[in-house]
């Protein structure tokens, strides 16, 4: 019982970067595709898409943010 809740434990402190890190990949290409998408349509300012694509990787700040914060001993 004491490995099961040991394991939880662990799993509740690394969870939040893990599932940052995989919604940032889907997000960001979803924005990239978008991204690309508008670029075919004007002729200048590619700028602020690159800027707008790279946006959801703040999803993985965020999740190192609370991981190193939650960072403790786990104990039953």
């Not at 969870?15 to 940032?24: C, D, E, Q, T, V």
């Not at 991204?35 to 300012?45: L, P, R």
Request: hydrophobic content about 50%; overall charge negative.
């Amino acid at each position: 019982m004491n490995e099961l809740v040991l394991t939880l434990g662990w799993l509740g402190i690394y969870a939040p970067m893990a599932l940052g890190a995989a919604a940032s990949a889907v997000g960001c290409s979803i924005a990239g595709q978008a991204s690309i998408g508008a670029m075919t349509e004007t002729e200048g300012g590619y700028g602020r898409f690159v800027g707008v694509s790279a946006f959801p990787s703040t999803m993985v700040i965020y999740g190192i943010v609370i991981m190193f914060t939650l960072n403790r001993d786990v104990t039953p």
